[in-house]
Nanobody, 125 residues
Framework: QVQLEESGGGSAQAGGSLRLSCRGA????????MGWFRQAPGKEREGVAA????????DYAESVKGRFTLSQDSAGNTVFLQMNSLKLEDTAMYYC??????????????????WGQGTQVTVSS
């Protein structure tokens, strides 16, 4: 019922920045949690950042704290991931996800019901 579409991926130099966007359509978003996940070749999908749309404080993976910032629009149907100080290890396919309500484990992929197709982020030296 909910469709998610990511955009903003691409290539960047180490130390540079990218801004990802995830737009949701076809559902009610006020009671959703939305998150960003990434998966690099040979690695497990990991949670990067997530937020309950009724809150103002996102959750972040330790590996991105201080570098990435998740934000949302006022309606709560679009989330953004500002990625600064990019590192080579940030290279991955990034996925947007949505789950119902406040999630006990917001950085766990198993909490989410809807997924976007992903957008590739490639960081080079």
């Amino acid at each position: 019922q909910v469709q998610l579409e990511e955009s903003g991926g691409g290539s960047a130099q180490a130390g540079g920045s990218l801004r990802l966007s995830c737009r949701g359509a076809g559902g009610t978003y006020g009671a959703y949690s939305m998150g960003w996940f990434r998966q690099a070749p040979g690695k497990e999908r990991e949670g990067v950042a997530a937020i309950y749309t009724g809150d103002a404080t996102p959750d972040y993976a330790e590996s991105v704290k201080g570098r990435f910032t998740l934000s949302q629009d006022s309606a709560g149907n679009t989330v953004f991931l500002q990625m600064n100080s990019l590192k080579l290890e940030d290279t991955a396919m990034y996925y947007c996800a949505a789950g119902y309500g406040r999630l006990a484990r917001p950085l766990s992929q198993w909490e989410y019901h809807y997924w976007g197709q992903g957008t590739q982020v490639t960081v080079s030296s």
